[in-house]
């Protein structure tokens, strides 16, 4: 669906640029694309690893979950965000207590796993398979077919006699982002 979002708005964006005098019909859209580096910034830097995260500030205004503090050491700090994530009365003190354990023995395993690995590691043994799945759902959403969709539109439109090619693109796109949301 982001896909067929980023595609409907790319649209949108041509179309609307079309008839700018000038060189502006390219630079603006060119212009545009460079807006989302700024959002995705500060998206990162917010990122529970970042600085920002750390502060008492940011930690009032968002919950932070009990691994992520079973990583820092704040131990009590976690069995309260465990027992505040239940309905009263569901959990245990032991139960609690068993599940603390847990996410510090998954914390443990990361730390002797995170030593000893490295890129080379995803090509080897069971991970080889996980990389090539990976790498070829990437290679999926890259090679689709969206170009050769959107050579059609344009071939179908010259065609069909329709002048303005970009009319039926931006049909074309809507149905793209509306088709996830039907299914």
Known sequence: MCWGIGSFLAAGILRGTLNLPGDAAWKVPYA???IWPVPLFIIAWMAPESELFESEQWARLT???PFYLVRKDR???ARDVVR???RPGYRTERMIDA???LLK???EMEKINAANSSFRDCFRGVNTKRTIIGLMCWLIQQTNGETLTSYATLCKSLSMGQPDPSDHLQSFRTREWLRPKLS
């Open 99 to 101: 599940q603390i354990e």
């Open 84 to 86: 505040k994530l239940a």
């Open 75 to 77: 131990i009590p700090e």
């Open 63 to 65: 919950r932070i979950g």
């Open 32 to 34: 545009l694309q460079w």
């Open 105 to 107: 023995q998954a914390n």
